[in-house]
């Protein structure tokens, strides 16, 4: 077993906690982020989750987005949860990228109050796309 956590042969990317938790925060859109949905995220982020109806569905809806989200990005030494968090709560200092290892973008962030906000915005939408990326770079030795 590697050092991030496998399902049998499927990957455990992403965790139905943080989900929840993100959730509650929902009307925002955050959970559809966090699951890899920008485009339905920022739908929720300026309707207020529907009018609070795509919310409340949504907390049906969270274990098939997990399972979705844990066959779409790789698994590997950059946890999602943990970029996810530093993100949400540190984005405009740039920690999250630090932490994937952009060290010359997260101190852009961390001098710019994370590229002015409009950086942050761009990683809502494409956080798992870099980590999978990242993680992919590193299970290939490169």
Known sequence: MNTYQQIGSQQDTH???IGYLLWI???TGAH???YGKPVTGTIWFFTLGLLGIGWLIDF???PAMDREADLRF???PIEYNV???LLAF???FGVHRMYQGKWISGLIYLLTGGLFLVGVLYDFW???TQISIRNAERNNGR
């Open 74 to 76: 790789t698994a590997g």
């Open 15 to 17: 965790s139905k906690v």
């Open 60 to 62: 049906f809806l969270i």
């Open 83 to 85: 970029a996810w968090i």
């Open 32 to 34: 559809r982020f966090y």
């Open 90 to 92: 540190l984005g405009v």
């Open 25 to 27: 925060f929902g009307f």
């Open 126 to 128: 494409t956080l798992n």
